[in-house]
């Protein structure tokens, strides 16, 4: 008899011990889940205002104009997104070739100590904060000319842009076969006829997702750009004048204590925030599927952690 | 035949070797770039430290008026690593719930989930400001910040000052919102790295899901979770425009916080704040570089450890699924 009664003790104990051991799995799900809630809550808050808000500042005034008078409301922001092409494009003019080339040096000829230390280092300068990349082309450019320049900026830029570059070209290349490359070999080519013909042309899908998601990376960039180009209400004259960009132009205009300005603001966010998430999922609903291409953004998620 | 071969051989120019000098050069660009930084930095800020010594970094006063220029980045280092710790105190926890959500659900719901938090980080930062000063900053200043001061104002001293929107409080949860997306996707590589088996043999034992994960993978991936978190914080202290918008730009003695509705300004702030004003004459552009200089001496201490421990983890991961 007493065993019986042992028995049912230790069943009502193991009845005890497994429920108290659901429960706990239970609210570790439900705090889990709502984590992912309050993560995904901000995404949805930023996207609904910048579009509520910023569709009625929206208009080919808003577009293509130079700003009006401070606080009137009136004029628009083309010098900024002028501006922001401007340097974008001149930054990727500077940043993707070193990046595609030290790309290809990690990729092709990185089996050796130097290789890892730029690995390495490459990886380190990535998170580098911006604003001091953004206080070396000042000091480097601004300081010696004199005078604010276009160049500072879109220098400033390329530093963001051609580590990133770099890794995603690095992962591209890694992925073409070695295979590939031994058939070049066999067919008598020279190395550089073999990378520039036949590898890069087997990974050029991976390098330019690299190349797209770098870009809207440096386009929403705003920390370099003050101490570069400054910001200024007119069209670009030359390159030794200060210039528009968007984000600075945001900037401006959510310092003004008008509500004016404010709606402008917004205008601008959307105008950027369309080039960028548009960029963005392009790149990724375009190319998802492509094997190389996942590599590289998982590459990102690794090494950029997400950030791009 | 002979003559072919020795043609070739013979050629001072030779494009591969040129192709190669190339790739080297373009590969050996960020280590000039890294060393040429640092030193034009150091001679750039010289004249601070010159002036000041050491008591630039411990010095709490800030002037640039002409003739009472004094400088000490103090309470900006303060200001930097109280809201990089605050954003890490309420970012991490919600990250790695998210990447333990995203790396046990099924894939229909997961690759769209870490693809949405993913986009969080593709918003960039002057965004996150504009959001912050004319949406977020309201609601929080209201419904968070001044219950939480009505209550334990009296009692407790982090709850002291008026709220007001723009303070350490607001900046360090856009901050924390910021650095989701690095720390939950690092996360999530890291945990993934775990072997199949360390998993089953959990369930196997008659492990929950929950204890599933605190006996095989937080023990495995530990490393790599704080080398994702370090990589959070890394980003969390240089990070401006969101920052300098929400944070309400107090110089000097006041940006010292005395809780968590004061005012106060990091170190990448007051640089975006005062960079352009600052003249390259007098001590205050000095100053400013100097304060660079420490914020990407501690940025950069902070990446290379949360590099070294991340790499390392994911080295373990490849060793461990290939044997």
């Known amino acids: 008899m007493s065993s019986l009664e042992k028995r049912q003790e230790y069943r009502a104990l193991f009845k005890q011990n497994v429920q108290k051991r659901l429960i706990v799995d239970k609210i570790v799900r439900i705090i889990i889940i709502s984590c ?88 380190v300068f990535m998170e580098f904060p911006s604003i001091v990349l953004g206080i070396f082309a000042f000091l480097v450019i601004v300081l010696v000319l004199g005078h604010f320049s276009v160049w500072a900026g879109a220098f400033a830029l390329s530093l963001i842009m051609f580590p990133i570059v770099a890794r995603t070209t690095e992962e591209s290349l890694k992925m073409v076969p070695i295979t590939y490359r031994e058939a070049g070999t066999a067919l008598g080519l020279r190395k550089w006829v073999v990378t520039m013909r036949i590898v890069i042309a087997a990974a050029k899908e991976g390098m330019v997702t690299g190349v797209m998601l770098a870009v809207a990376r440096i386009g929403g960039e705003t920390a370099p750009l003050i101490m570069t180009i400054l910001g200024s209400s007119l069209f670009f004259a030359n390159m030794n004048t200060p210039m528009d960009a968007l984000p600075l132009r945001i900037w401006r205009l959510s310092m003004l204590p ?38 590289i953004l998982k590459t990102l998620k690794e090494k950029v952690g997400g950030k791009n | 035949m002979e003559k072919v071969f020795s043609k070739k051989n013979d050629r001072k120019f030779d494009p591969d070797k040129i192709f190669k000098m190339g790739a080297v050069v373009a590969g050996c660009f960020v280590l000039v770039v890294i060393v040429l930084l640092v030193f034009q930095l150091i001679t750039q800020s010289y004249p601070i430290w010159e002036e000041n010594g050491l008591s630039f970094i411990i010095g709490t006063d800030w002037n640039a008026a002409d003739g009472r220029e004094s400088f000490g980045a103090l309470p900006y280092i303060v200001g930097t690593l109280v809201t990089s710790a605050l954003a890490m105190a309420i970012g991490v926890p919600l990250s790695i719930g998210i990447a333990m959500f995203i ?23 002057i965004i996150y400001g504009l959001w912050g000063l004319y949406v977020f900053r309201e609601f929080f200043m209201n419904s968070v910040e001044k219950p939480l001061h009505n209550t334990f104002g009296d009692s407790i001293w982090l709850f002291s000052g ?22 939950s996707s690092v996360a999530r590589e890291v945990m993934k790295a775990v072997p199949q088996q360390q998993k089953e043999a959990a369930y196997m034992l008659g492990a929950t899901k929950w ?90 201490v902070i990446n290379v450890i949360a590099h070294l421990l991340v790499t390392r983890m994911l080295k373990v991961k490849e060793g461990a699924i290939n044997t």
């Open chain 1, 36 to 123: 992912v809630i309050a993560a995904i809550i901000p995404l949805g808050s930023i996207l609904f205002e910048v579009f509520k808000n910023g569709i009625a500042a929206i208009s080919i005034e808003f577009l293509t104009e130079i700003p009006g008078s401070v606080g009137s409301g009136t004029g628009g922001v083309g010098p900024a997104i002028q501006g922001t092409l401007i340097v974008v494009g001149l930054a990727s003019l500077i940043g993707v070739p070193i990046g595609v080339m030290s790309g290809i040096f990690l990729s092709e000829y990185g089996d050796n100590r130097l290789a890892r230390s730029v690995r390495f280092f490459n990886d």
């Open chain 2, 211 to 300: 204890e599933m994960f605190k006996l095989a993978i937080f023990p495995y991936s530990k490393t790599g979770l704080i080398g994702a978190s370090i990589l959070g914080l890394g980003r969390a202290v240089g990070e401006t425009m969101a920052v300098t918008m929400l944070i309400g730009n107090a110089t000097g003695l006041n940006a010292i916080p005395g809780s968590l509705f004061d005012p106060s300004q990091t170190m990448s702030s007051i640089i975006a704040n005062e960079f352009v004003e600052a003249s390259p004459a007098g001590l205050h552009l000095p100053a400013l570089i100097g304060v660079a200089l420490v914020l990407l001496g501690i940025a950069m």
């Open chain 2, 103 to 125: 790396s046990d659900a099924p894939k229909k719901i997961g690759a769209p989930l870490g693809f949405l938090v993913e986009l969080l980080a593709a918003v960039p930062s």
């Open chain 2, 162 to 183: 008026t709220p007001f929107g723009l303070d350490i409080f607001t900046a360090s949860i856009i901050l924390a919102i910021m650095i989701i997306p690095t720390v």
């Open chain 1, 258 to 295: 008008y509500e004016s300005a404010q709606l402008q603001g917004w205008g601008a966010a959307l105008v950027l925030i369309f080039i960028i998430l548009g960029i963005n999922l392009g790149v990724r609903t375009l190319v998802l599927h492509k094997k190389e291409t996942m590599q």
